[in-house]
């Protein structure tokens, strides 16, 4: 049976997968700094479009010009980015209120409300700290990791159990999976916050070597002082060789490992799941390929990010699918909460 919130949560998920996909656009078109401060857009609550607005703007920060394209782009980001946080607010609310029921979740949506604060410290930190590398891949980690929380709690409010214990045999290789998912996505992060994506341009080598001239130590100094303005990258070209090659190899695990538990799971008799995750999978390669063949193409790398969330949240769904359903056990001995067993 459904529990109050169901409908909100699911509205919620949607949202913070158009916040993810906005996310991905701004970063695409350079529009991370299209806004020198935060909250605000150069002192304005919105972008500043009258001549005395734009001259104030001007005044505030003479090294900053407007680019009202880019400042828009980052501004709508900010407003969908807050909406987001106001839903999962009313999430936490609602659990409050109705914590006294024992199946309930509490702590899922006071965790993603913590989440979604952290996120908007880093949002800060993007703009404060001008795009450094690794305040950028964590803002994008955290955003996919409200994702998945946002999915875990539609599936707790469903009120569905997971499925049968005698799925659970693969639960450690679809965790295993779901690992490698993540590390994958850190390095997809990794590669756009060093701008990396069009380091190497040919298929499947690159440079026209397997094996090319690449700075392993420079690539992922994760200690690397912050600097003045990380727009557009400050790595040489062996540093970003070596963490768009990591990606691929990357890739390659990922795409082992997926397609190993989509034959799992169709095996298991789960195969609409087996094929539904093959085709997300498959379509994320063919997104990455074209990324490199065509050079980038702004609306093949949106969707190249949108597709890795679609595959992070159907590996989340595979692994609460596996997990073993629980069946609540009353007691005589109080009115506390009975406890779980396996069932």
């Known amino acids: 049976m459904r529990k109050p919130g169901f409908l909100f949560a699911v509205g919620a998920l949607l949202l913070g997968f158009v916040v993810v996909i906005l996310g991905a656009y701004t970063r695409l078109v350079h529009a991370g700094l299209g806004c020198p ?125 997971p499925a049968d214990i005698g799925l659970t045999a693969l639960r450690p290789w679809a965790r295993t999976v779901l690992l490698v998912v993540i590390v994958q996505i850190a390095l997809g992060g990794w590669v756009s916050s060093n701008y990396a994506a069009v380091a190497c341009v040919d298929l499947p080598t690159c440079h026209g070597e397997w094996w090319p001239a690449m700075d392993f130590v420079a690539g992922f100094n994760i200690f690397q002082e912050i600097g003045p303005n990380y727009l557009g990258g400050m790595l040489y070209g062996e540093g970003r060789t070596a963490i768009h090659f990591t990606h691929r190899i990357g890739a ?21 799941t087996a094929a539904g995750l093959s085709l997300v999978l498959f379509t994320q390669i063919g997104l990455g390929m074209t990324n490199v063949l065509a050079h980038l193409p702004l609306a093949v790398a949106v969707a190249h990010n949108a597709v890795g969330a679609l595959l992070l949240l159907s590996l989340v769904w595979v692994n609460y699918r596996l997990r073993p359903a629980a069946i609540r056990v009353s007691t005589k001995r109080s009115n506390a909460v009975g406890h779980w067993t396996p069932g």
């Open 37 to 161: 401060d935060w909250p605000g857009c150069y002192g304005f609550l919105s972008v500043p479009r009258s001549d005395t607005a734009l001259e104030l703007a001007q005044v505030r920060f003479p090294d900053a010009p407007v680019e009202t394209f880019k400042a828009w782009a980052e501004m709508i980001h900010r407003y969908a980015a807050g909406l987001l946080g106001l839903a999962v607010l009313g999430l936490a609310l609602l659990a409050l209120r109705y914590r006294g029921r024992g199946d309930y979740p509490l702590k899922l949506p006071l965790g993603l409300l913590a989440l979604v604060i952290c996120q908007a410290l880093f949002g800060m930190w993007t703009v404060t700290l001008k795009l450094w590398p690794q305040v950028v891949t964590a803002h994008l980690l955290g955003g996919f990791a409200t994702l998945s929380l946002l999915l875990l709690l539609c599936l707790r409010l469903s009120g569905r159990l």
């Open 252 to 272: 390659l695990v990922t795409m082992a490992g997926v397609l190993l538990l989509a034959w799992r799971l169709y095996r298991a008799g789960l195969r609409a």
